[in-house]
Nanobody, 124 residues
Framework: HVQLVESGGGSVQAGGSLRLSCAIS????????MGWFRQMPGKERETVAV????????YYADFVKGRFTISLEGARVQVNLQMNALTPEDTAIYYC??????????????????WGQGTQVTVS
């Protein structure tokens, strides 16, 4: 089993930055693909960024390219999302997720098995 716990959410003014972190514990070796997703009220969960460890590959949604950076710390025990140039449209609950994804990078929410509880990001 795998546990994911997000931290780092909060409120920030437009143009500001936040750094989200997700601590991964349990059967970490089984998790090959980790990502950040977000969900706004009344909308479906959408992919923000994903990182795959075999080989190291990243995926970013078009709406965050050049502003957000996903990274790993400590051999997959923590996945971070550095968010810069935030806008009110980035306001959402942000979720960390992981999955086995043995042969390719997974980019869609339904492909991910393990989920954190979410952390609120509010940009005003």
């Amino acid at each position: 089993h795998v546990q994911l716990v997000e931290s780092g959410g909060g409120s920030v003014q437009a143009g500001g930055s936040l750094r989200l972190s997700c601590a991964i514990s349990g059967n970490v070796d089984s998790v090959k693909c980790m990502g950040w997703f977000r969900q706004m009220p009344g909308k479906e969960r959408e992919t923000v960024a994903v990182i795959y460890t075999g080989p190291r590959t990243t995926y970013y949604a078009d709406f965050v390219k050049g502003r957000f950076t996903i990274s790993l710390e400590g051999a997959r025990v923590q996945v971070n999302l550095q968010m810069n140039a935030l806008t009110p449209e980035d306001t959402a609950i942000y979720y960390c997720a992981g999955t086995a994804a043995k042969t390719h990078i997974a980019t869609q929410p339904h492909e991910f098995k393990y989920w954190g509880q979410g952390t609120q990001v509010t940009v005003s």
